[in-house]
């Protein structure tokens, strides 16, 4: 569990430190001592609707009630290795990769950087902790603009998780590392359009055509578990029924794929073996976007899931989903549970 960071909601400490940090962070706001998002800026409405089948009721599609741009430019921005940014002297939330820690706005720097850029490109996101962050929220702003200002500028904790320098090469963008605060003149800023991870076909789609992804067909009444086994979570740590689902997959013809191995290039090997997947709640089942998955079952904590899957599953064209809650359930009630659903989809 983290108290900083990414945070563990279910943690009482957790709890009570953001209940302390929210409003002290609106106050200073107010004070006018960094610029957070306006209510207007944040404003949701509910759009379509996402049938989801099991122990978790269909979800509403969620957009900015006002449109935001594709991107701002800005004149003598300061940009930091934690992926700040300052406007004028102050931090600010819509140029930066996540709003400031009270620590942060307290001790906002005042000192101007010793390095230069002329122009560049950063991405505002909300949480950047995780890969499925990095996909859901950064790599979306990368692949459904054009208009993006070389050089990116990847933050220093970034460029240290593999997958991020990964990704931005194979999308060809020229990039730097950022590693001491830098002043660029002329920056862009690539919005955050979208809330959380509302994916559509829209941006499965622009994914698909950056990353060079052409889908094969799945093997008619092939069957795949995608298991985190003793996967350490880059957020709160979860723990998964993993070999005892793995057991109930092979015992119905199916393959069983460990995550900890995961990379696009592994799922474009597996597509074919994909009409159907099981998966443990995580973000190994964005490798979807590689197949042509008819049905989808998530297994989740009962008290943490998010449906940041659905949506991208749905974008993918993902007819049938399901999520089963996996807490206080034997091997066999696991398997007639897996076993209901893969009969229901006509998967069996």
């Known amino acids: 569990m983290k108290v900083m960071g990414n945070l563990d909601w279910r943690h009482p400490l957790v709890r009570a430190r953001v209940a302390v940090a929210a409003p002290l962070q609106k106050a200073l706001a107010g004070a006018g001592a960094w610029r957070a998002l306006t209510p207007e800026e944040l404003e949701t409405v509910q759009a379509d609707e996402i049938p989801v089948a099991g122990d978790r009721e269909a979800q509403r599609r969620l957009v900015y009630k006002t449109p935001r741009p594709e991107y701002l430019d800005v004149e003598n921005l300061i940009y930091t290795p934690k992926g700040l940014a300052l406007d004028d002297g102050k931090y600010t939330a819509r140029f930066s990769i996540r709003p400031p820690s009270t620590a942060e706005i307290i001790k906002t720097p005042k000192h101007a ?150 990379s696009p290039a592994i799922f474009n090997e597996l597509a074919p073996q994909m009409e159907t997947v099981i998966a443990d709640q995580g973000s190994a089942v964005f490798g979807v976007m590689h197949s042509q998955t008819k049905n989808l079952i998530e297994l989740a904590e009962d008290d943490w899931w998010h449906n940041a899957n659905l949506f991208i599953a749905n974008g993918a064209g993902v007819r049938n989903y399901a999520v089963i809650h996996i807490y206080n359930k034997t091997e066999a009630d696991l398997r007639a549970r897996i076993e209901g659903h893969l009969r229901d989809f006509g998967a069996i």
């Open 113 to 262: 950087p010793s390095k230069t850029l002329p122009c560049g490109t950063v991405v505002e996101c909300e949480t950047p902790y995780t890969y499925g962050d990095w996909v859901g929220d950064y790599v979306l702003s990368l692949v459904t603009q054009d208009n993006l200002i070389e050089p990116l500028l990847l933050p220093e904790f970034l460029a240290q998780k593999s997958y991020a320098i990964r990704d931005v090469e194979a999308l060809g963008i020229d990039y730097v590392i950022v590693k001491e605060p830098v002043l660029i003149e002329n920056a862009r800023v690539l919005r955050k359009r979208i809330p959380s991870y509302y994916w559509g076909p829209e941006e499965v789609g622009a994914y698909r055509k950056r990353f060079h992804v052409t889908p094969p067909p799945a093997k008619p009444g092939s069957l795949l578990y995608l298991g985190r086994f003793d996967t350490v979570s880059e957020a709160a740590q979860r723990v998964y029924p993993s070999a005892e689902v793995a057991r109930i997959v092979e015992s119905l013809g199916g393959k069983v794929f460990d995550t900890r191995k995961a």
